[in-house]
């Protein structure tokens, strides 16, 4: 599956697009402007996700890669 593919059914499954995402994480105090702070870990991410959205393992990862400025 693609990048992008994880993006769009993410938005289709939690109605949340990247940038949605960025400003929660940035709620949660994982990031700032939306860029993850060095402290915080993908495990962070994925449980938060996993909690909060019922997102798998993969989708939380997209999102943890977005955040941490992998993928655009």
Do not use: C, R
């Not at 697009?17 to 993908?42: H, I, M, R, T, Y």
Request: zero cysteines.
């Amino acid at each position: 599956m693609s990048f992008q593919a994880y993006i769009d059914n993410i938005k289709t499954k939690t109605g949340n697009g990247p940038e949605d995402f960025k400003k929660l994480a940035d709620q949660k105090g994982f990031s700032e402007n939306g860029k993850l702070k060095p402290e915080v870990k993908a495990g962070t991410i994925v449980s938060w996700l996993k909690e909060d959205f019922d997102l798998g393992h993969g989708h939380s990862m997209a999102i943890y890669a977005l955040l941490k400025g992998i993928k655009p």
